[in-house]
């Protein structure tokens, strides 16, 4: 079965993802796939600086983030141009590694982490979606604690995304991150327990 896990920023898909993979379950990790998009190289990342700019860009050739991140978060016509560039090729390895894992593990749990998976229109790709749930104050909490954002930094980065109360309505499976990672893995656990049993 593969399943698509999403949830909103700081709400701890990386917790969730870490803790399904020590249960067995396969990772296809879309934020890891688009960093690698974005090496030194890449033809996405060569196509991000033609429209950005070389100043987006370290003395090394990386990539800057945090002055891209600067110009999109502030101006959703850049983000939209971003992510006009990247998702395809983010999206076309996202497919091939779910369906190699598949093809190859059969048996086994795929789990495609994925943040933007409704805003990118993605859940079609899935037989049931995961939501990573924690209440929004939580969330800006969190975010400004993890990045050293100010509020309305953290506030810019929410309102890029979909509501996280919407993604939880629209979620086929709903984990509840608000608590410790222990309460999390416990109800990992039992949704493991009834995916194998249904």
């Excluded at 991140?69 to 959703?76: L, Q, S, T, W």
């Excluded at 919407?166 to 509840?176: G, P, S, T």
Aim: charged residues 25%; hydrophobic residues 45%.
């Amino acid at each position: 079965m593969i399943i698509g896990l999403t949830g909103g920023i700081a709400t701890g898909k990386s917790t969730v993802s870490a803790l399904l993979a020590a249960r067995g379950a396969l990772l296809v990790d879309a934020d890891a796939i688009a960093r690698e998009v974005m090496l030194p190289g890449h033809p996405v990342l060569n196509a991000v600086v033609r429209h950005f700019g070389q100043e987006i860009l370290n003395e090394d050739g990386t990539l800057h983030r945090k002055k891209l991140g600067a110009i999109v978060f502030a101006n959703p016509s850049e983000r939209k141009v971003l992510n006009e560039i990247t998702h395809p090729a983010i999206r076309q390895e996202i497919i091939r590694r779910m369906n190699d894992y598949e093809a190859e593990f059969p048996d086994k749990l795929v789990v495609v982490d994925i943040p933007l998976l409704y805003e990118s229109g993605l859940n079609n790709l899935f037989q049931k979606v995961m939501v990573v749930y924690v209440p929004e104050e939580v969330q800006l909490k969190r975010l400004m604690q993890r990045d050293g954002l100010t509020p309305e930094q953290a506030r810019q980065r929410l309102d890029a995304q979909m509501p996280i109360e919407e993604k939880k309505r629209l979620a086929d499976i709903v984990v509840d991150n608000s608590r410790d990672v222990a309460d999390t893995g416990r109800q990992l656990d039992e949704l493991l327990e009834r995916m194998v049993f249904s």
